[in-house]
């Protein structure tokens, strides 16, 4: 069988490793392995850092104008560019506000106390008895709001 690519090298594998190393990785070492395995990406990659360091004023002004709804002509690309950034960033934004409210609402909460097992004292102090759990309710674990 000679037409047979080992395991190690076939395509899919390749490609699976270079989406795991991007998606789960920092950028440091990220960039690090792109520099071992593939030095045009590489290069391109660090291209792309600089040309952002050095249009980061120009890139500023151009986002300002989009957002003021100023009259411009920037294209339809870079308007469809800038409508799903912005998209997304709202989306990441509401999703921090609301994350962060519900912290805040349970730091305010004091009816846990400062147990990290509020029902092992109930088992302890009573051994006769069976530790009292409502079953198929998450009502223990839910902030309810007031």
């Known amino acids: 069988m000679e037409n047979d690519i080992p395991?190690?090298?076939?395509?899919?594998d390749k490609f699976i490793d270079e989406i795991t190393m991007k998606l789960l990785s920092n950028q440091t070492s990220y960039s690090k392995y792109?520099?071992?395995t593939d030095d045009s990406r590489y290069k391109e990659e660090q291209q792309f850092i600089e040309d952002c360091k050095t249009f980061k004023q120009d890139i500023q002004e151009v986002t300002t104008q989009l957002c003021k709804c100023k009259q411009h002509n920037y294209?339809?690309?870079?308007?469809?560019?800038?409508?799903?950034?912005s998209r997304t960033l709202i989306r990441y934004l509401e999703v921090k506000k609301r994350s962060d409210e519900i912290q805040k609402e349970y730091d305010q909460d004091d009816?846990?106390?400062?147990?990290?097992?509020?029902?092992?004292?109930?088992?302890?102090?009573?051994d006769?008895?069976?530790?009292?759990?409502?079953?198929?309710?998450m009502d223990k674990y839910l902030m309810r709001k007031k």
């Not at 395991?7 to 899919?12: G, T, V």
């Not at 006769?128 to 309710?137: A, E, F, H, L, M």
């Open 7 to 12: 395991i190690s090298e076939s395509p899919n």
């Open 34 to 36: 792109l520099h071992k």
């Open 75 to 85: 294209g339809s690309d870079v308007n469809e560019a800038f409508n799903n950034y």
């Open 111 to 126: 009816s846990y106390g400062d147990d990290l097992f509020p029902f092992q004292a109930e088992s302890e102090e009573s």
């Open 128 to 137: 006769d008895k069976p530790p009292s759990y409502s079953t198929g309710t």
